[in-house]
């Protein structure tokens, strides 16, 4: 069976690129959370969630919305032809953080429902499915850096056995000191469609070659 890439979505410090082509640059060199409720206004979203979102949320959420903009994907209504594979180093580090030091001043103990919400990282894995619907397979595997062969052959497994018609994977990652998402629309390959590469683990080792 072949596969093929019919589009992708990078978010960096520099910006948000698809396709390889600058959407949306950070030219001031804003930080990760001024710059994203920027990208989120210029991408004029209207999903008032996303500001409730942590930034790993916000990072994969935005990535995504890149990524599946003017596609029309003809999933079932049940939405259970489209997967979700990612790989991240990080985890929800950042929340856990801010909720361990939420209750390590006793005098001061007041842990947020609305931070601890997202210390797991399969929380980023469920503002996604919710906003696309998606109701197959969704896996965060954690990697010290991106493992292209490892999420080629758990992907293609999908599609071989599990009958996928689509497969939304990458790499999203955040730390304090740095951020970065890549991500790709694997599909099948069939007559008339558009598609930029074939789903190879080099052409993922490629747009994902700055992170891990």
């Known amino acids: 069976m072949k596969l093929v890439i019919s ?24 930080d990760f959370n001024d710059f994203s409720k920027k990208a989120y206004r210029y991408m004029n979203l ?13 990072l994969a959420f935005l990535s995504a919305e890149l990524l599946l903009k003017d ?7 049940e939405g259970t032809d489209i997967a979700l594979v990612l ?9 856990d953080m ?18 601890f919400v997202y210390t797991l990282p399969n929380i980023m894995m469920g503002e996604l499915c919710i906003r696309h619907q998606i109701r197959g397979e969704n896996s965060c595997f954690m990697m010290d850096e991106f493992q ?6 758990y992907v293609h497994d999908l599609f071989e ?19 970065n998402a890549a991500l790709c629309l694997v599909e099948k390959s069939i007559d008339g469609n558009k598609w930029i590469a074939t789903f190879e683990p080099d052409f993922m080792n490629l747009i994902t ?3 891990g």
């Not at 209207?46 to 916000?58: H, P, Q, R, S, V």
């Open 7 to 30: 589009a992708y979505s990078t978010f960096m410090p520099e910006g948000l690129f698809k396709n390889g082509s600058p959407f949306y640059e950070n030219q001031t060199g804003a």
């Open 46 to 58: 209207g999903y008032a969630k996303f500001f409730k979102m942590d930034e790993l949320c916000k």
């Open 71 to 77: 596609k029309k994907l003809q999933i079932t209504e």
């Open 87 to 95: 790989g991240n180093k990080h985890s929800s580090l950042v929340s």
């Open 98 to 115: 801010k909720h361990y030091e939420s209750y390590q001043n006793r005098d001061e103990y007041f842990p947020s429902p609305a931070v």
């Open 148 to 153: 292209a062969n490892f999420v080629y052959q």
């Open 161 to 179: 056995h599990e009958q996928y018609n689509y497969c939304i994977t990458g790499w999203v990652d955040y730390s304090l000191e740095d951020y």
């Open 209 to 211: 070659a700055r992170y």
